[in-house]
C-alpha cells in the first residue's frame, strides 16, 4: 500500500512523496527544493529515496535533483525531449516505467512546455501531471500552443473520473476565482469554492483533485459548455467558437485576469 503526502516547497509548490511502509522506500515528483525531501529522510533515516520523477524542465520542478541524487543514488526519470540534470532514464509517449511496485504510464502533454510528460497509474488512479492540468486551472502556455494544450487538457480529461489529480502547484483558490467569473451560474463550482476556502483558510492542501471533479468545475476542460461560450461571446462579441478556439480565449483572460 503505497501512502502520497505533499512536501511544501517555495510559496506554492508540492513536491509529492509516494511511500512504501513495507520496503521503507519512497519516490519523490518534481523535487524544485531538495531541502523539503531532505528534511523528510532526515527524520526518517531507515528510508531510501528510491526514484525521483520529474514532468517538464522548469526550475522549480528540477532544481533539487543534483542533490538529492547525489545523497541517495535515487534514478531520475524524465521527458526525453527536455534537458532535465541528472536524468537516468529518458520517456516519451507510451513508455511504462515501475516505480515502487507499480506501473506508471507516460502521458505526454505538451502546452505548458513542449516536452512535459504526466505519469498515470492505471489501478490505483493517480495521475501526477505537473503544470499542465491544475485544480479548477491549467498551465500557463510558455511554449506550446493553444491547440497543444487543449490536446492535452481533453487527453488527461478522458482518464476515469475517480482519477486523483497530483498537479505541483496550490493554485486551487485563485483558479476557481477566475472559474466563476468564467462560469458564474455553475453550482458544483460554487460549492468547490465554499469547500476549498475552508481548506486553505485550516491551512489544508487542496488536493489531490480528481478528473470528475475537474469535468464539473474546470473552464478548461469545459470549452463546449454553452455557458462558457456565452460568456466568451459577451467579452468580445464573437460567437461559433471552436473549442480550441474557446480554449483559447479562456488562456488569455485568465492570463489578464
Ligand atoms: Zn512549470
Ligand atoms: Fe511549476
Redesign the pocket.
Known amino acids: 500500500m503505497i501512502t502520497i503526502d505533499a512536501l511544501p516547497a517555495f510559496t506554492d509548490n508540492y513536491i509529492w512523496l509516494l511511500q512504501d511502509p513495507e520496503q521503507q522506500r519512497c519516490a519523490v515528483v518534481d523535487p524544485g527544493d531538495a531541502a523539503p525531501v531532505e528534511a523528510w529522510l532526515d527524520a526518517h533515516p531507515q528510508w531510501q529515496l528510491s526514484d525521483i520523477l520529474i514532468t517538464?524542465h522548469?526550475f522549480?520542478?528540477v532544481g533539487g535533483i543534483e542533490k538529492l541524487k547525489q545523497r541517495t543514488g535515487a534514478r531520475v526519470l524524465g521527458p526525453a525531449s527536455e534537458k532535465i540534470p541528472g536524468r537516468d532514464v529518458s520517456l516519451k509517449q507510451g513508455d511504462s516505467v515501475e516505480v515502487l511496485g507499480h506501473t506508471l504510464q507516460v502521458i505526454e502533454v505538451p502546452g505548458?512546455?513542449l516536452g512535459h510528460i504526466a505519469y498515470y497509474q492505471a489501478q490505483q488512479h493517480w495521475l501526477f501531471c505537473?503544470?499542465t492540468l491544475f485544480a479548477g486551472g491549467c498551465?500557463r502556455l510558455f511554449e506550446g500552443t493553444p491547440a497543444q494544450m487543449h490536446d492535452s487538457l481533453s487527453r488527461l480529461a478522458a482518464l476515469p473520473e475517480q482519477t486523483a489529480v497530483y498537479c505541483t502547484h496550490e493554485y486551487t483558490l485563485s483558479n476557481l476565482r477566475f472559474a466563476l467569473a468564467a462560469e458564474p451560474g455553475n453550482k458544483e463550482l460554487q460549492q468547490r469554492m465554499q469547500q476549498v476556502t475552508e481548506w486553505r483558510e485550516a491551512g489544508e492542501v487542496s488536493l489531490p483533485s480528481s478528473i470528475g471533479l475537474e469535468l464539473k468545475t474546470n473552464p478548461f476542460l469545459r470549452c463546449n459548455e454553452l455557458s462558457v461560450n456565452e460568456i466568451l461571446q459577451e467579452r468580445d462579441g464573437r460567437s461559433q467558437r471552436t473549442p480550441v478556439e474557446a480554449f483559447a480565449a479562456l488562456r488569455s483572460w485568465k492570463d489578464s485576469f
Open positions: 517538464h522548469h522549480d520542478h505548458h512546455t505537473g503544470d498551465g
